[in-house]
């Protein structure tokens, strides 16, 4: 295990971005946002960002590829270029786990090329939360907040940051900054781990299970009339899905530029009424289906095609910015009864 003084970490963020781009948590007005660091950049104390580290890997909008076109001659044109190495610091442990996620939709067969590239090419620098909001409820799906995935975990002391190497690329880049580091016992970051889920413990949602909910219930929840009652006041906004970490829909769409077509993929939401719209028509013509549609696939659908594994990570980003103030621990508490 390594650490840095806190007196240091300009100089640490500082050979870092010698060798690669370096991402962390940097305060704005709309709050914590990540910023690629330069000098004078400081790194936020808030507990997490508004949007996840899954920008970095499935970015808001992309180009695809290219067409030329000429009369009746159609050319494609590969418009990806190799993505840079990069470090996200300071990644959260929900938003961390949400890569587990995202792997599993976008590294399956078959593999989706422009993810991969820049999953191999990213370093994930997670921190364990000191300071968990009442909000948090990531022990819900079993995420150790004290011990989050990522390639270094890292602990933020009164005076220093620890860090330990999780994987191959963790060991690399800890081996490229021992000279701005130095070697740690590691026995301070067990106490802050005990600390850490002690206070985990006592949150108000750390009794919240999903233990109603899994593979192979959708014929219990699926056509439940709560749905109707917890569905009435949704906008169809789609802030919920654009905030989490771990939704992956998207749409893909060609561009006429007047000199050849691009095309592009974006993100897309299934609380919108044109979402998954065939030319047969709209297979969810209600909000109600649409909102069902969500959170089944959350808590049901996608637990089920990933050996149980839950598309949700406790980040409570839905909680604090739903209009309505609907979330997903009210659906599990409305649907999931005592179990919940």
């Known amino acids: 295990m390594r650490k840095v003084a806190l ?55 992309e180009n695809l590829m290219d067409f030329k076109v000429e009369g009746k001659k159609i050319e494609i044109v590969d418009t990806r270029a190799e993505t840079e ?19 599993n939709v976008f590294l399956a067969p078959p593999v989706d090329t422009y993810y991969k590239n820049r999953r191999e090419h990213g370093v994930v620098m997670s921190m364990a939360c000191t300071r968990p909001a009442e909000t948090c409820f990531c022990g819900t799906f079993d995420i150790d907040a004290a011990d989050p995935d990522g390639d270094v975990a890292c602990y933020m002391m009164a005076d220093a940051v ?22 740690t016992d590691g026995a301070a970051v067990e106490e802050q781990k005990a600390l850490i889920r002690e206070r985990m413990r006592r949150l108000p949602l750390s009794g919240l299970r999903p233990d109603a909910f899994g593979k192979d219930k959708t014929s219990e929840f699926f056509n439940a009339p709560e749905w109707k009652t917890l569905s009435e006041a949704c906008l169809g906004c789609g802030t919920c899905t654009f905030i989490c ?12 530029t007047g000199r050849g077509v ?14 998954t719209k065939m030319s047969a028509g ?57 179990k919940a």
């Open 7 to 61: 007196s240091r970490m300009d100089e640490f963020f500082g050979a870092i971005a010698e060798k690669m781009s370096l991402y962390l948590p940097a305060d704005t007005p709309a709050g914590a946002e990540f910023r690629k660091w330069e000098p004078g950049v400081q790194l936020s104390g808030a507990l997490n960002t508004v949007r996840s580290a899954k920008d970095f890997f499935f970015p808001q909008t």
């Open 85 to 103: 190495n990069f470090v996200v610091f300071g990644v959260r442990a929900c938003d961390a786990r949400s890569l587990r996620v995202l792997d």
């Open 162 to 183: 620890c860090m330990s190497a999780k994987t191959e690329k963790g060991e690399a880049l800890l081996k490229m900054l021992e000279g701005v580091t130095e070697e």
């Open 245 to 256: 970490p771990t939704c992956q829909c998207y749409d893909i769409r060609d561009f006429d």
């Open 262 to 275: 691009k095309r592009f993929r974006c993100w897309d939401s299934c609380m919108y009424s044109d979402f």
């Open 282 to 338: 709209q297979p969810r013509l209600t909000q109600m289906e649409r909102f069902r549609q969500r959170f089944m696939h959350k808590l049901v659908y996608y637990p089920t095609n990933n050996d149980g594994l839950f598309s949700c990570v406790g980040c409570g980003r839905c909680m604090n910015r739903c209009p309505i103030q609907m979330n997903i621990v009210k659906v599990m508490k409305k649907l999931g009864g005592k």
